[in-house]
């Protein structure tokens, strides 16, 4: 797809309209009067009452028109939505050759649009014989040039969203620890990145017992990939981006049933989302250091599987019951999480983690449970959140669900006994791995990661979400 600021005439025009009252009116942009006083003419002879996504597709003359209503007080999310559906309209139409015109010439406005438009313009095809999407759309804006750069980056972002999307949504047979391994080292010689990696004999001579007791009855073995950025010379910030990237989760020895386990490829996605923030954070050039760890295992059944009741001692230092071998997330983090703050001096950790069905039974698929120890921080990722429309909500940790945890063999449970509060008890377990005085944000992207349906402009599969969120908060913070 071509989208790119020009401002030719075109085969279709696309004009978006408000309803007030019982009028329909433009926005205030002063694109295609002429136009506009003609297009007016043809609304009571369609019926068009310009109510909320309502569209109008008709000629005047040899110049194709789409209308298409959008709220007077719109969001940003609002805008996104809104030209999904126009994208989704064109390409339908089969329109290759479209002039887009947009309500107001505003930076945000603008980013959401091309988001809208971008992020709706993908599905995971690779497997599918007769691929649909080989359709070339060229979408035209007629705005000033000084949005080039602003246009240029939102697609950069998109393209990496688009990235996760494909590698959340690819075989676990594929994407493995050690192919997430590749996909980092290359980045990182690309870009001339520090990068190392901790194989299967580092990870056991490092005493990451939690790491090795969940990846060491897999056929493709573990990884702790680690690689720096430093975007801020002069600054001593460094922040840490860590995900759970296991490549397949069948539950261990608490095997899990049909109906659970058949997306549990998807179970890398923290992974490949922290991963798509920080290709986008080095290709935007923005001024941030940052480590990003990726602690990938497959959690396997075989004969060398970790088995339940047995005790595994971290590289903290604290033991750890397994008490459920499907809890398995929170020990790739809890090794990822004190290895690295062991290794370099972090000011702030973000994991992202598809760590509980809990948080989706709490806040249903589309958004992300978070926990902190620091309400500034959740203060400022509210307002990215407002920006990406990629939607939060903290929960707590409270005594009852570190209570939970209290083990009579170990210093701690891997998983609750009580099955309530299960996204609180996984973060509690967290928690513990957290030294003082670091600042902490828990993303459980359970629910969002995934999607067996499309919505919005959100794909079916991996769906690349808060990255663009995060990348909001980095820009800013
Ligand atoms: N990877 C799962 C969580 C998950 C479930 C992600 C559904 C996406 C969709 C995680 O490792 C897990 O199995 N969690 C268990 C914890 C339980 C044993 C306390 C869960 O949520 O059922
Ligand atoms: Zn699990
Ligand atoms: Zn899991």
Known sequence: MGLKISNLVKDCVLVPVYKEKNSIKYFENKKNEELKKDISKYFNFFNFEGKEGESLFFNIEKQKILVYSIKKEY????????????????KSKKEKNVSIE??????????AILEGIELSNYKFDKYISEKENNFEIELNLDIDKKYNNLLEETLKICDNVKIVRDLVSENADITT????????????????????????????????GLLWAVGKGAKNPPRLIICEYYGNPNSKDLKALIGKGLTFDTGGLNLKPSNYIEDMKLDMAGAATVYGIFKSAIELNLKQNLVLVISSAENAISGNSYKPGDVFVSHKGISVEITNTDAEGRLVLADAMSYIQKNFKISQIFDFATLTGASMIALGTQTAAIFSNDDLIVENLKKASQ???????QLPIFDEHRDFLKSSIADTLNCSKERYGGASSAAAFLEKFIDKNIKWVHFDIAGPAFSKKPYNYVSEQGTGSHIRLMLNYLKNN
Do not use: C, M, T
């Open 75 to 90: 969001s940003l999310e609002d805008l996104r939505i809104a030209y999904s559906n126009i994208f989704k309209i064109l």
């Open 102 to 111: 947009i309500p107001k010439e505003d930076e945000l406005e603008l980013k």
């Open 177 to 208: 620890p050690k192919f997430l391994e590749n996909i980092i080292v290359n980045f990182a010689k690309k870009h001339k990145l520090k990068v190392k990696v901790l194989d299967e004999k580092e990870i056991q001579k490092e005493k990451l």
């Open 387 to 393: 920006i990406s429309g990629e939607k939060i909500w």
